[in-house]
C-alpha cells in the first residue's frame, strides 16, 4: 500500500495516511480515460440547434404563379427556401450527443485518473484547509504555503466558505468527494486531497 505524507495549511508534515491500492495503484489505460472524458464532454452538449423545414414553415401551399407564359422562373409555393422567410435546407436538427459507458468502466477510469496523480507526485494530502473567513487573499497565502499556484481540490463535504474564498482564484476549483470524476482530475495539474476526503473516495470507489 502506497503511504503518503499528510501536511497542514502551512505547509509542514504532520503525519502520514495510508491509500488503497485497488483504487491509487491500478494499472492506467490511456484509451480507457479518453473514452470517458468524451462521454463527460459530449454530456455537456444540449444538441437543440435546430432550423424549421419548409413543412414546418406556415403558409399556404399554393403555386405562386403559373409555370409557364410569364417570363419568369418556375416557383412553387411561398415555403420554398429560396425565397425570404422559406424553410432552411441542410440546416441543424435536434440530436442528442450523449455516449454510453458502463459504471464499471467509469468507476475504473476515475481509479486510473487518481492512479495517475499519485504515479505522477502530483497528489497532496492536507489535514484540514479550515478558513475562519471568506477571504481570497488568506487563501491565496495557503497555497503559497503548501507551495502550489492551484489545482482541484477535493473535500469530504460542502465547504461554502472555503469555495467562496477560492472562487476567483485563477487555475482552481473546489469539489466535494461525492462529485469527483475523470474530466476534472485530468483538467488540473495537482489534485489537493482532504485528508477525510479519502475515506470518501474509498467508500465510494471500493
Not at 66 to 74: F, I, L
Not at 85 to 107: H, T
Not at 147 to 163: A, D, H, P, Q, W
Amino acid at each position: 500500500m502506497a503511504v503518503v505524507d499528510v501536511i497542514n495549511s502551512k505547509g509542514e508534515n504532520v503525519s502520514q495516511v495510508t491509500l488503497s491500492e485497488a483504487i491509487f495503484n491500478v494499472p492506467v489505460k490511456e484509451s480507457v480515460l479518453h473514452d470517458v472524458v468524451r462521454m463527460q464532454l459530449a454530456r455537456r452538449r444540449s444538441g437543440t440547434a435546430s432550423v424549421k423545414r419548409r413543412s414546418d414553415i406556415k403558409g399556404s401551399t399554393k403555386k405562386l404563379f403559373r409555370q409557364k407564359g410569364t417570363g419568369r422562373a418556375r416557383r412553387g409555393d411561398i415555403k420554398s427556401p429560396l425565397l425570404r422567410g422559406g424553410g432552411v435546407v441542410f440546416g441543424p436538427e435536434n440530436r442528442d450527443f450523449d455516449l454510453k459507458i458502463s459504471k464499471k468502466v467509469r468507476r475504473q477510469a476515475l481509479k486510473m485518473a487518481l492512479t495517475s496523480k499519485l504515479q505522477d507526485a502530483k497528489l497532496t494530502v492536507v489535514d484540514g484547509l479550515d478558513m475562519d473567513r471568506i477571504k481570497t487573499k488568506d487563501f491565496i497565502t495557503v497555497l503559497n504555503a503548501m507551495g502550489k499556484r492551484g489545482g482541484l481540490i477535493v473535500t469530504n463535504n460542502k465547504n461554502e466558505t472555503l469555495s467562496l474564498s477560492a472562487r476567483n482564484v485563477p487555475g482552481v476549483k473546489i469539489l466535494p468527494a461525492e462529485g469527483l470524476n475523470v474530466y476534472d482530475l485530468l483538467r488540473y495539474q495537482d489534485l489537493i486531497l482532504l485528508e477525510g476526503a479519502i475515506e470518501a473516495i474509498e467508500g465510494r470507489l471500493a
